[in-house]
């Protein structure tokens, strides 16, 4: 198993960059897919970005493409969410998942989640 702690959200205004890291316990981290979620005031939690094990194969939501990038570091048991050009409508909470034997946008099929860091963004 797995334990995810996310950090670095905050506010920020339209058109600025924010940084978000999901911090991970486990010996085996570089053979789980991490995925970022976010979740917005009376909205359904959505998927953002999802990258494999090694980190050499990702995906976006088309909402966030060209302007969000997800990495990792499994040495350091860490993965990234550069988020650049953001949006008020970028404005949720922001989570890490996890997940062993599963790649996919449904968040069912990741087990693993952290606590989820709040990001707004004014306009």
């Known amino acids: 198993q797995v334990q995810l702690v996310e950090s670095g959200g905050g506010l920020v205004q339209a058109g600025g960059s924010l940084r978000l890291s999901c911090a991970a316990s486990?010996?085996?981290?570089?053979?789980?897919?991490v995925a970022w979620f976010r979740q917005a005031p009376g909205k359904e939690r959505e998927f953002v970005a999802r990258?494999?094990?090694?980190?050499?194969?990702?995906y976006y939501a088309d909402s966030v493409k060209g302007r969000f990038t997800i990495s990792r570091e499994n040495a350091q048991n860490t993965v990234w969410l550069q988020m650049n050009s953001l949006k008020p409508e970028d404005t949720a909470v922001y989570y890490c998942?996890?997940?062993?034997?599963?790649?996919?946008?449904?968040?069912?099929?990741?087990?693993?989640w952290g606590q989820g860091t709040q990001v707004t963004v004014s306009s």
């Open positions: 998942a996890a997940s062993g034997s599963a790649y996919t946008t449904n968040e069912n099929g990741y087990p693993y």
């Open positions: 486990g010996r085996t981290f570089r053979s789980y897919a």
């Open positions: 990258t494999s094990g090694s980190g050499s194969v990702t």
